[in-house]
């Protein structure tokens, strides 16, 4: 099985700010990642998914990026942060087949 | 569309009950997962049921999937009260998932 690691459990930035979010994978070789936000108390919402380095697919316009470096390091960014990208994010891998995924522990961001 | 819907969207018991809780789809799907969230963490994986399985089981939890009515129920019997989480359900095609609203299920000890 996979371990997704996430970090920081906690972020608190001001609007206009910049944000990079990470994610890292072991365990496992050319996982599929996938970053995804949750609102308080509703469904999580899939916002990037990529099968490899280099390749992201976008799921919703948004005011976020992400990045796949390294087969095992997934990058979710912004560069100006808005009051709406607050939630909860959560990053995911799974192998080929039948996608069970694992997900990381999880970022609270508040934008202030 | 291929997210599933939970149904209840909140259920709450006593310790020892069973737990139902529902899931419904719109798509033709590959499996279909079900997910637990404890408040304030990541989810973890429950079960896989593929499209072309009527029931699974795992130590207390039992899954069926009728892909003819495109819905899917997650049992979990004699509840304890670590039981208490969110539970969403996950029709799968391909390389994403899409996840309902989920059910808040509330077991009182």
């Known amino acids: 099985s996979q371990t997704i690691h996430q970090w920081p459990a906690t972020l608190v930035q001001p609007v206009g700010s910049p944000l990079s979010l990470e994610c890292t994978v072991e365990g496992t070789s050319n996982p599929n990642l996938y970053w995804y936000r949750q609102a308080a108390g509703r469904g999580l919402q899939l916002l990037f998914y990529s099968v490899g380095i280099g390749q992201i697919s976008s799921e919703v316009p948004q005011n976020l990026s992400a990045s796949r470096p390294q087969d095992r390091q997934f990058i979710l960014s912004s560069k100006k942060l808005l009051l709406s990208d607050s939630g909860f994010y959560l990053c995911?891998?799974?192998?080929?087949?039948?996608?069970?995924?694992?997900f990381g522990p999880g970022t609270r961001l508040t934008v202030t | 569309s291929q997210q599933g819907e939970e149904d209840p969207q909140a259920l709450s018991i006593q310790e020892g009950e069973n737990a139902t809780m529902n899931c419904s789809y719109k798509t033709s799907i590959n499996n279909l997962q079900w997910y637990r969230q404890n408040s304030g963490r990541g989810l973890v994986h429950l079960i896989l049921i593929r499209s072309n399985e009527r029931e699974k089981h795992s130590g207390r939890l039992r899954v069926t999937l009728d892909t003819s009515k495109k819905s899917s129920s997650l049992l979990i019997t004699a509840s304890r009260a670590a039981d208490t989480a969110s539970y969403f359900c996950?029709?799968?095609?391909?390389?994403?998932?899409?996840f309902g609203a989920g059910t808040i299920l509330r077991v009182k000890s």
């Open positions: 995911a891998g799974s192998g080929t087949g039948d996608n069970e995924q694992y």
């Open positions: 996950a029709p799968g095609k391909g390389n994403k998932l899409v």
